[in-house]
């Protein structure tokens, strides 16, 4: 067998290794091996580029491939480490942003090097939607990181005409490549370069809110086409395989999760959504309402005394990073006979699967996690539902309320359950900046401050009954 041959070989195995990644990560339970699968399996493939010949010559300026890839492990391993649950999301941007990056970098370099040999037209578009994709990557996960991470404002940025000026530049854009194609110009390959680079950003500074979730699986689908198209430019089977399937899988989600949100991508995409507060953060009403609330004390007496208790987890739960105590509660009141069980929202936190991941980190047991629709049909069953630092996802506005932003948007149905505890630090909206009429639903009791240190005292209450 032939060095080329049992590289390829190799390859082949590694985007396997991919495949069987992808199907262990559509499930808790299984992801944590699918995500050491997919790794084992590109480390192979890296191995094995190390003896790929290159046109017949073996594999150019090794020791900075080397010292390449120990810096990124030195920033990459403790970055990944030690990063707080809260802080993943911020993460999965910054490090989805510099894959689009690369491939970028791959782009504009393999265009420099083949201007002087007249390639085929097809492999000049390769390269040049190489350097559009990656870098409106690029630089769009740069503002969801900067967004995520409160650098700026994580609401909607928005001016008159802007989606009108971004449809210019955009159309700019393929002008440029299209004459780029013709007249083979280097200068105009920097000003795509540009326009690709604003393109981005002006692409994410209008979507804030819940919305963040689906941007960051779309800007994840974008890195994975701008890979295929890297793999392409440099003949590379294992990253177009790659390349598509992150971008496949990516697309794929965010469709899924604008049908969560019970909207159209284009609304997901243009609507600027969750630009307006209008709650008032008040606890008590024009029309004479006001909220019910309780002590630590009253909910370990109100769970006690379940039969059933459905957790309902949210964003709020992780910057509390709570879940340790949430299920240390949850064990309790299962010592007490209590069925317990998690309701988990596709876009509940600020990525597709963050309540699933921060619960993961808790040790909670995989079958107690149950997806929206499954823990609909058997909330009217419950004593209590205990909602935990989420807000929109169980905000009655998105079924009854016609105006609202969210309307359309499936919920869970918290309020079916036969009483509802709500752990909020405040009156403050959601993502989405409106109020929640289910914090004024006569079976709520509202417990406000930090979810960590009021689950600490009802685990402590549960204990002493």
């Known amino acids: 067998m032939s060095r080329e041959t049992l590289i390829d070989l190799i390859y082949l195995i590694s985007a396997t290794t991919f495949l069987v990644a992808l199907k262990g990560l559509g499930s808790p339970k299984h992801a944590r091996r699918g995500n050491m699968v997919a790794a084992s399996g590109m480390l192979l493939a890296?191995?094995?580029?190390?003896?790929?010949?290159?046109?017949?010559?073996?594999?150019?300026?090794?020791?900075?491939?080397?010292?390449?890839?120990?810096?990124?492990?030195i920033v990459a391993v403790p970055v990944a480490r030690f990063v707080k649950m809260t802080a993943m999301p911020q993460l999965v941007a910054i490090f989805n942003g510099v894959g689009g990056g690369a491939a970028a970098l791959v782009s504009i370099t393999e265009f420099v090097h083949i201007k002087?040999?007249?390639?085929?037209?097809?492999?000049?578009?390769?390269?040049?939607?190489?350097?559009?994709?990656?870098?409106?990557s690029f630089s769009g996960s740069a503002i969801a990181f900067a967004k995520l991470q409160e650098l700026m404002t994580g609401r909607p940025v928005t001016y008159p005409g802007q989606q009108i000026i971004n449809g210019v530049v955009g159309a700019a854009a393929?002008?440029?490549i299209v004459t780029i194609l013709v007249?083979?110009?280097?200068?105009?390959?920097w000003i795509l370069l540009a326009l690709a680079f604003v393109l981005g950003i002006a692409f994410v500074l209008p979507i804030g809110?819940?919305?963040?979730?689906?941007?960051?699986?779309?800007?994840?689908?974008?890195?994975?086409?701008?890979?295929?198209?890297?793999?392409?430019?440099?003949?590379?089977?294992?990253?177009?395989?790659?390349?598509?399937?992150?971008g496949a899988s990516g697309i794929l989600l965010t469709r899924l999760m604008s049908a969560a949100m019970g909207r159209s991508l284009s609304n997901v995409l243009f609507s600027a959504f969750g630009s307006n507060i209008t709650a008032s953060g008040a606890t008590d009403r024009e029309d004479g309402r006001s909220v019910r609330s309780g002590t630590p004390e009253d909910i370990a007496v109100l769970l006690s005394y379940?039969?059933?208790?459905?957790?309902?987890?949210?964003?709020?739960?992780?910057?509390?990073?709570?879940?340790?105590?949430?299920?240390?509660?949850?064990?309790?009141?299962?010592?007490?006979?209590?069925?317990?069980?998690?309701?988990?929202?596709p876009v509940a936190g600020r990525m597709p699967g963050h309540m699933n991941v921060l619960l993961a980190e808790a040790n909670v047991p995989y079958e107690q996690l149950k997806e929206m629709d499954e823990a609909n049909s058997e909330l009217q069953t419950a004593d209590v539902a205990l909602v935990v630092g989420a807000n929109d996802t169980v905000n009655p506005a998105a079924l009854e309320d016609k105006t609202s932003p969210i309307y359309g948007m499936p919920i869970i149905r918290a309020d079916l359950?036969?009483?509802?505890?709500?752990?909020?630090?405040?009156?403050?909206?959601?993502?989405?900046?409106?109020e929640n009429e289910l914090l004024y639903n006569p079976k709520t009791l509202l417990v406000f401050g930090d979810a960590k240190d009021t689950l600490t005292k009802v685990v402590a209450s549960v204990k002493a009954l």
């Open 46 to 73: 890296v191995v094995a580029t190390f003896f790929k010949y290159v046109d017949g010559h073996p594999l150019h300026h090794v020791l900075l491939i080397l010292l390449g890839i120990f810096i990124g492990a």
């Open 116 to 136: 002087s040999t007249h390639p085929a037209t097809y492999v000049t578009l390769e390269v040049l939607l190489g350097v559009l994709i990656g870098t409106v």
């Open 417 to 434: 359950a036969e009483n509802i505890i709500f752990l909020k630090r405040s009156m403050r909206p959601g993502f989405a900046g409106i």
């Open 209 to 246: 809110g819940a919305d963040v979730p689906v941007l960051i699986s779309l800007l994840n689908a974008f890195t994975g086409l701008a890979v295929a198209a890297s793999g392409f430019t440099l003949g590379s089977n294992l990253l177009i395989v790659a390349g598509t399937l992150v």
């Open 174 to 176: 393929l002008v440029l």
């Open 306 to 345: 379940a039969s059933r208790v459905v957790i309902i987890p949210g964003y709020g739960l992780a910057v509390a990073q709570g879940q340790h105590v949430l299920r240390e509660l949850a064990e309790e009141l299962e010592a007490k006979g209590i069925e317990v069980f998690y309701a988990i929202h």
């Open 183 to 189: 007249n083979g110009s280097t200068p105009l390959l």
